[in-house]
């Protein structure tokens, strides 16, 4: 019968995709679709997805998905994570939402945590740091949990538009503080905090941050104390 993609082939189409000889990985699909004992699948087309958001193509990255969906492939909530990647790379952070909402909504997909963080990315691409915050809250209300990604990602947008405020509460939530973002205070500590906790240098750099390109060293030091009466938080030796 007809397999789905052999591994050792999947293989090497992932690996032309990062070398970046994406014309070698299409070439090696319409070798596998001219093939009577194989057929692409979900990897296969994800890889090539993978392929196109590193290289920023949209175009190509579109047509891969209209050939996947025709091929009777269905999309993942991975597809999903690349399309965001996609957008994003390609710097039309917009039509990451309405590429995820089209195809969640057409196979009923539920976002995961990597889904939106690749949506909090395609915020901060544009610097929508208000949008940001709002996919998180969605986030949070569809129970996915943030992780360390989610956190950097936010804290960063928020520090490159100097919004020392907002950086000190997902700071805190991310640390089971009190005093989380006004936006996300709802959900409680349980849903906010970080399990395993923020890496130290992330936390070095929020702190450093607040303090120099915020102009703010008082929240700064006020934050790495609260910091220091939570057990398990990990900070920088330097600090």
Do not use: W
Request: aromatic share 6%; glycine share 8%; proline share 4%.
């Amino acid at each position: 019968g007809v397999q789905t993609c052999a591994l050792p082939i999947c293989t090497i189409v992932k690996s032309y995709c990062n070398e970046g000889r994406i014309e070698k990985a299409f070439e090696l699909l319409e070798d596998m679709k001219q093939a009577a004992e194989f057929r692409p699948d979900e990897i296969t087309y994800n890889t090539l997805l993978d392929g196109c958001a590193r290289l920023g193509l949209y175009e190509r990255g579109i047509a891969v998905l209209d050939e996947m969906q025709a091929r009777g492939v269905r999309p993942s909530c991975f597809t999903l994570s690349l399309l965001a990647k996609l957008a994003s790379r390609s710097r039309q952070p917009r039509k990451a939402f309405e590429l995820c909402r089209e195809i969640s909504q057409k196979y009923e997909i539920k976002l995961n945590v990597h889904v939106y963080n690749n949506l909090i990315q395609a915020c901060t691409v544009c610097g929508d740091g208000q949008r940001a915050c709002d996919v998180f809250g969605q986030m949070l209300a569809e129970r996915a949990h943030p992780d360390g990604r989610t956190y950097t990602l936010l804290l960063r947008s928020c520090l490159s538009s100097r919004r020392k405020e907002d950086a000190a509460g997902f700071l805190r939530a991310a640390a089971g503080l009190p005093g989380a973002h006004p936006k996300i205070a709802g959900f409680g500590a349980r849903m906010l905090q970080l399990r395993g906790g923020l890496d130290p240098a992330v936390l070095a750099e929020a702190l450093e941050g607040i303090s120099n390109q915020c102009g703010d060293s008082r929240l700064a030091v006020k934050l790495l104390q609260e910091l220091k009466t939570m057990p398990g938080i990990k900070l920088d030796p330097a600090q």
